[in-house]
């Protein structure tokens, strides 16, 4: 009688024949144990951009909740690297068999479905939809992640492999609260709807009206190939934290304002500004000062570095690890904010790109304080359904965008203080979305059309700075001024019959300022660069002028004490 007939006649323990079996198997010495919990593959994923793959498995333990996990093709491949890799992600998981029995137990690999994935947290071209950390909505329906961690949108099933920024948005619409938008017109007026449009025109379909912008960037990037930044700078204690804060928190993302470019490595800024698509990212308190002769750690951030980002190109390009000469630029795919205490200075080109507005303490009241405290106690869960609410309303609401910012565009146009093209576009981008506001929640009609006068006056201001000359320029020409009336003969070598003219040799400036004990905030190098580009003194030409200086000086002094009748000279037309 064989082992296992026996156990099955005789032992009452064992009640069918597959538990007799294993019974048997275990007397006679057959079976041995290479692993104290079961795996289970689940899908395979890839992130395209830098070719790296992942299998996803869920492991189960005897006596403690299951583990989903990723393994790599190496750690799949062998037994050392499955064990290291299964102890890393399951306490006291254990493997203790050979590769060959691990093929076994994987046999069905090839059989298991592939999840699309992408790195980021937001909004999916390729899908057209919002892929959160636990919710996405595509269509206008709201979708959750499933028992294995990813999406199941249409026909389509895809995850996001980023973690970073973890935003929880509530899904529960009835718990949904407006009134934080009453709370903004109280304490900010049209500086809190302008953010709150600027927000919403990146952010707004999906968190809140204050980010109604930024929801949608990508979107207004594939209808007019660019979407605005906005600075809000201004004295402190003037509540700018408290509204970025507020704002999102219309996006499920609690106690946070944004990060500093200057304290952050190249690295880190670049992953900032790669880690979401359709929200904002936060610029604060950055080094807004020139620091080009300072040691390379302490450099402020260059804003010009920005100017790629207005048209959602790459912020950086990486090598990828092959054999060939493989690169990865990942597109910028959401939306701009600066927030600081002083203005800052950047090319006229950032600048254009720029929507400005400046904060004061002039309007606050014990009402405008009592608002601003209710927008930083009003719970999170009581505002993110914004993000549902505007998200599902896609369509309607790019419909209006459209159209409110082409009428912008036109009426801005007709405005003869406003002439700048890229001007007026930025600006009728936030109109547009400011327009577009009411189809997401219920905001009073003299708010939106006040707030909407408001940016057409950002625009005529942003009009005016970009016709002056750069801060440095100016203080070169007025210092020049200054040392011109104090130095006897003057230090313009124009020629006497050329008065429109300003011939500057940079030496002798240099020279002349040492002299009054005036200290220069540029170097030679760089304010050259500036003036080539001035506007209201403009650059000529650079040549030998017979100097005017010299012939006054020269005046009845022998050889020896001459100066030279040639300098050479950059020359400006005065306008």
């Given at each position: 009688m064989s082992a296992f007939e026996r156990i099955l006649k005789y032992d009452a323990k064992c009640s069918n024949e597959e538990e007799a079996r294993q019974k048997a198997i275990k007397e006679t010495g057959m079976i041995e144990e290479i692993s104290n919990c079961e795996f289970t593959p689940l899908y395979f994923q890839r992130s395209e951009p830098t070719d790296e793959s992942w299998y996803y498995l869920r492991v189960n333990m005897p006596h403690a909740p299951a583990i989903k996990g990723t393994f790599t093709a190496n750690q799949l491949a062998s037994s050392a690297e499955f064990k290291k890799r299964l102890l890393h992600i399951a306490k006291g998981g254990t493997y203790t068999g050979s590769t060959k029995q691990l093929d076994t137990l994987l046999r069905s690999l090839q059989m298991i479905k592939e999840v699309k994935t992408q790195n980021f947290i937001g909004y999916n071209k390729e899908f057209r939809a919002w892929i959160m950390n636990s919710a996405a909505v595509s269509g206008g329906r709201v979708f959750h992640l499933n028992d294995e961690d990813y999406f199941e949108i249409q026909k389509a099933s895809v995850k996001s492999l980023s973690l970073t920024p973890l935003l929880v948005i509530n899904t529960d619409l009835s718990q949904f609260t407006t009134s934080g938008l009453n709370d903004i017109w109280a304490a900010f007026g049209v500086k809190g709807y302008t953010a709150l449009a600027f927000w919403r025109s990146g952010v707004l379909a999906r968190l809140g009206s204050a980010r109604l912008g930024s929801l949608f960037a990508e979107q207004a990037r594939e209808m007019h190939k660019s979407f605005p930044f906005l600075e809000i700078h201004g004295e402190p204690g003037t509540g700018k934290s408290t509204l970025i804060e507020f704002l999102w928190k219309l996006c499920g993302r609690e106690e946070y304002e944004g990060f500093d470019p200057s304290n952050s490595t190249p690295a880190a800024r670049g992953r900032n500004f790669s880690q979401v698509a359709n929200l904002p990212v936060v610029l604060i308190e950055g080094d807004c000062t020139n620091t080009s002769d300072k040691p390379s750690k302490l450099r402020a951030f260059d804003y010009d570095e920005l100017k790629s980002l207005y048209n959602g190109r790459a912020s950086r390009s990486l090598g990828i690890e092959t054999n060939n000469n493989e690169t990865y630029e990942s597109p910028f795919r959401g939306a701009i904010l600066l927030v600081q205490n002083a203005a800052f200075d950047?090319?006229?080109?950032?600048?254009?790109?720029?929507?400005?507005?400046?904060?004061?303490?002039?309007?606050?009241?014990?009402?405008?304080?009592?608002?601003?405290?209710?927008?930083?106690?009003m719970p999170m869960s009581d505002v993110s359904g914004f993000f549902i609410a505007a998200t599902q309303r896609e369509v309607t609401l790019l419909q209006e965008y459209d159209h409110h910012y082409r009428k912008a565009m036109a009426d801005m146009a007709k405005h003869a203080n406003i002439r700048h093209r890229r001007v007026i576009k930025t600006h009728s981008q936030i109109i547009g979305f400011l327009m577009a506001l009411a189809h997401v929640v219920p905001v009073h009609p003299s708010h939106i059309e006040q707030t909407r006068n408001f940016i057409f006056r950002l625009a005529a201001e942003r009009q005016r700075a970009l016709s002056l000359d750069h801060p440095l320029v100016q203080e070169f020409w007025e210092l020049f001024d200054y040392l011109d009336a104090q130095e006897q003969h003057g230090i313009n070598h124009a020629p006497a019959d050329k008065a429109d003219e300003i011939a500057v040799n940079f030496n002798h400036f240099e020279e002349v300022a040492n002299t009054y004990r005036q200290r220069l905030p540029f170097t030679l190098s760089e304010i050259k660069k500036l003036l080539k580009s001035g506007r209201e003194r403009e650059f000529v030409r650079t040549a030998s002028v017979r100097s005017s200086v010299s012939e006054r000086c020269n005046v009845g002094k022998s050889k020896e004490l001459r100066k030279p009748d040639f300098y050479h000279c950059w020359t400006f037309r005065r306008k």
């Amino acid at each position: 009688m064989s082992a296992f007939e026996r156990i099955l006649k005789y032992d009452a323990k064992c009640s069918n024949e597959e538990e007799a079996r294993q019974k048997a198997i275990k007397e006679t010495g057959m079976i041995e144990e290479i692993s104290n919990c079961e795996f289970t593959p689940l899908y395979f994923q890839r992130s395209e951009p830098t070719d790296e793959s992942w299998y996803y498995l869920r492991v189960n333990m005897p006596h403690a909740p299951a583990i989903k996990g990723t393994f790599t093709a190496n750690q799949l491949a062998s037994s050392a690297e499955f064990k290291k890799r299964l102890l890393h992600i399951a306490k006291g998981g254990t493997y203790t068999g050979s590769t060959k029995q691990l093929d076994t137990l994987l046999r069905s690999l090839q059989m298991i479905k592939e999840v699309k994935t992408q790195n980021f947290i937001g909004y999916n071209k390729e899908f057209r939809a919002w892929i959160m950390n636990s919710a996405a909505v595509s269509g206008g329906r709201v979708f959750h992640l499933n028992d294995e961690d990813y999406f199941e949108i249409q026909k389509a099933s895809v995850k996001s492999l980023s973690l970073t920024p973890l935003l929880v948005i509530n899904t529960d619409l009835s718990q949904f609260t407006t009134s934080g938008l009453n709370d903004i017109w109280a304490a900010f007026g049209v500086k809190g709807y302008t953010a709150l449009a600027f927000w919403r025109s990146g952010v707004l379909a999906r968190l809140g009206s204050a980010r109604l912008g930024s929801l949608f960037a990508e979107q207004a990037r594939e209808m007019h190939k660019s979407f605005p930044f906005l600075e809000i700078h201004g004295e402190p204690g003037t509540g700018k934290s408290t509204l970025i804060e507020f704002l999102w928190k219309l996006c499920g993302r609690e106690e946070y304002e944004g990060f500093d470019p200057s304290n952050s490595t190249p690295a880190a800024r670049g992953r900032n500004f790669s880690q979401v698509a359709n929200l904002p990212v936060v610029l604060i308190e950055g080094d807004c000062t020139n620091t080009s002769d300072k040691p390379s750690k302490l450099r402020a951030f260059d804003y010009d570095e920005l100017k790629s980002l207005y048209n959602g190109r790459a912020s950086r390009s990486l090598g990828i690890e092959t054999n060939n000469n493989e690169t990865y630029e990942s597109p910028f795919r959401g939306a701009i904010l600066l927030v600081q205490n002083a203005a800052f200075d950047a090319s006229e080109a950032t600048l254009s790109r720029i929507v400005s507005m400046f904060t004061d303490k002039s309007n606050q009241t014990d009402v405008t304080q009592t608002a601003a405290e209710r927008l930083e106690q009003m719970p999170m869960s009581d505002v993110s359904g914004f993000f549902i609410a505007a998200t599902q309303r896609e369509v309607t609401l790019l419909q209006e965008y459209d159209h409110h910012y082409r009428k912008a565009m036109a009426d801005m146009a007709k405005h003869a203080n406003i002439r700048h093209r890229r001007v007026i576009k930025t600006h009728s981008q936030i109109i547009g979305f400011l327009m577009a506001l009411a189809h997401v929640v219920p905001v009073h009609p003299s708010h939106i059309e006040q707030t909407r006068n408001f940016i057409f006056r950002l625009a005529a201001e942003r009009q005016r700075a970009l016709s002056l000359d750069h801060p440095l320029v100016q203080e070169f020409w007025e210092l020049f001024d200054y040392l011109d009336a104090q130095e006897q003969h003057g230090i313009n070598h124009a020629p006497a019959d050329k008065a429109d003219e300003i011939a500057v040799n940079f030496n002798h400036f240099e020279e002349v300022a040492n002299t009054y004990r005036q200290r220069l905030p540029f170097t030679l190098s760089e304010i050259k660069k500036l003036l080539k580009s001035g506007r209201e003194r403009e650059f000529v030409r650079t040549a030998s002028v017979r100097s005017s200086v010299s012939e006054r000086c020269n005046v009845g002094k022998s050889k020896e004490l001459r100066k030279p009748d040639f300098y050479h000279c950059w020359t400006f037309r005065r306008k």
